[in-house]
């Protein structure tokens, strides 16, 4: 009895010693808490007793409808742990369980994660859940996750426990102008992939501008001809045919991603008039543009062609767009007159809703009395803009891109090599630190259709240039768009963000390392 008793004792304090000794491997990053996750989850109930290790007889088990999900996380998981990880529909010992069926209290994007000591089980009711799940499952696991090479030393642990997770906003949205810079398919591709794991499920593509017209329009085909042929510093630019565009979007759709498409007008629409003379008041083509200013382009009102024009525009747009909106843009027309800007929605608003589309316009747009339907983005700077406190009124959503917040393409400070300042220096943690609820004087929470981190590319030309800008800002936004309210702390914030920072370089991501920081 004795005996036993000082046996018991012994391995207590063997144990001790133990935890003592995974104290500091924790702090390399082989066990995480349940919390370090970037979107901080809804509710997290950490079990420690209940680690998963992933090892190389780990199945994914998932049956068809979550099929591709599964196939995603394991072409995640394979490179750097070196396991086989195969996809079955069913299967015991150590498992990764992707679960479609009712799941409470995590509405349509939400899931529910549970891990013990046999494996991990994402359920949710819905794919776009499915995959927020495995989100969270990535960050879950050591940094070296995201290595493109087998990590021979790694532990691959998963926390155990269990998460209740659900966003905050439907909308949380990033943006790229490939009209000032072009960026190809597979920069677009890149990009998505790095978006897609903050929880971000729109990309807003800025097809049009005045320095180049980036999307084949069959009907008009010297918008990419002449329109296409050139951006901002003279380069050679570039356009998606129709079928690249349709391939972006699947693409986009296998990361739960839904393109919206802008283009902009009555203003920002250079490219377009230079490339059909037929479209200016004066019937005058305009040389093409590669300079950087704004509001001094417009598409004739008076025209009956200008419509016509825009018909077949939206009509061949809506056709390659399955999403339910399309951007009209509506911003600067400094170059239009109150009037005429109003005519001209009250023709084009149509237009898009005739093809089954809504539309989304910057807050301009607003001033108009559009239909509810239509999503005002606001992107101002001052918090106030009563037009756009109007439209909620009246039941329109707004979408939240102050400018000083959320503008990933302004300068981090004056030496910030890339990057502009008219909205002024947006650092780490003014990107962070806003409430998308109180942004807008008059449009409370309800009124809030989510949130979006716009990259203009007047000084940006490639993948380097965008993630030295969208890195860390996006995933700030990211976090606003999906944690509620109450788990918001920079503090505490900027703790999980500096766990990113090995993740970001495992995965190759060019990031400011922003000395409001403790990088790891
Ligand atoms: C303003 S914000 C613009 C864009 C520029 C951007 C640069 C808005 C709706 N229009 O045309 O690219 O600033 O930050």
Not at 486 to 505: F, K, V
Request: hydrophobic share 35%; charged share 20%; proline share 6%.
């Amino acid at each position: 009895m004795r005996r036993r008793v000082s046996l018991a004792s012994l391995f207590g304090a063997a144990l001790l010693v133990l935890t003592a000794f995974a104290q500091p491997a924790s702090a390399e990053g082989t066990s995480k808490q349940l919390t370090d996750v970037i979107p901080i989850p809804v509710d997290a109930k950490p079990n420690p007793r209940a680690d998963f290790r992933l090892d190389p007889a780990t199945v994914i088990v998932a049956d068809r409808n979550a099929r591709q999900v599964a196939d995603y996380l394991g072409g995640l998981l394979r490179p750097s742990t070196g396991y086989r990880l195969p996809v079955v529909s069913r299967g015991g010992g150590s498992t990764i369980e992707l679960d479609l069926g009712p799941t409470a209290k995590v509405g349509d994007q939400g899931y529910r994660l549970d891990t013990d000591r046999h494996g991990v089980t994402i359920r949710a009711n819905t794919t776009d859940g499915l995959f927020a799940g495995v989100q969270t499952l990535r960050q879950l696991l050591p940094a070296s996750i995201e290595a493109k090479s087998v990590q021979r030393h790694a532990r691959w642990v998963v926390p155990g426990g269990s998460i209740t997770d659900y966003p905050r906003f439907g909308y949380r949205g990033a943006m790229l102008d490939v009209a000032r810079h072009f960026f190809t398919p597979d920069q677009v591709k890149l990009y998505i992939d790095q978006i897609a794991q903050y929880k971000i499920n729109r990309l807003h593509l800025h097809l049009a501008d005045d320095q180049g017209w980036r999307i084949q329009i069959k009907s008009w085909p010297n918008l990419t001809a002449h329109g296409g042929s050139t951006e901002v510093g003279g380069g050679a630019g570039g356009y998606y045919t129709q079928d690249q565009y349709k391939d972006l979007v699947a693409y986009a759709a296998s990361r739960h991603i839904t393109i919206i498409p802008e283009i902009d007008m009555p203003g920002h629409t250079n490219a377009a008039l230079s490339s059909y003379a037929e479209l200016n008041c004066d019937g005058v083509a305009p040389p093409l543009y590669t300079g950087t200013d704004v509001g001094f382009s417009s598409f004739c009102v008076d025209k009956d062609i200008t419509y016509k024009f825009l018909d077949d525009v939206i009509r061949e747009l809506a056709a390659i767009t399955p999403g339910k909106y399309l951007h009209i843009g509506g911003d600067e027309a400094h170059a239009t007159t109150p009037a005429d800007y109003q005519t001209f929605m009250g023709k084009v608003l149509p237009i898009v809703a005739k093809y089954g589309k809504f539309a989304e316009g910057w807050n301009e747009i607003a001033s108009v009395n559009p239909p509810v339907t239509t999503v005002p983005q606001f992107w101002d700077t001052d918090g106030q803009d009563a037009a756009t406190a109007a439209a909620a009124a009246r039941g329109n959503k707004i979408l939240m891109s102050p400018a000083n917040k959320a503008y990933i393409d302004q300068q981090y400070n004056p030496d910030s090599p890339l990057g502009l300042h008219w909205a002024g220096y947006v650092e780490v943690q003014d990107s962070y630190d806003w409430d998308p609820a109180t942004a807008v004087q008059g449009v409370s929470e309800n009124q809030v259709a989510g949130v979006e981190a716009p990259l203009w590319s007047e000084t940006i030309t490639d993948n380097h240039d965008i993630e030295y800008l969208a890195f860390p800002r996006l995933a700030g936004i990211a976090e606003i768009g999906w944690s509620p309210q109450s788990t918001h702390d920079w503090n505490t914030y900027r703790e999980r963000l500096a766990d990113q920072g090995p993740r970001w370089d495992a995965e190759g991501i060019n990031f400011y390392r922003s000395p409001q920081v403790d990088w790891k």
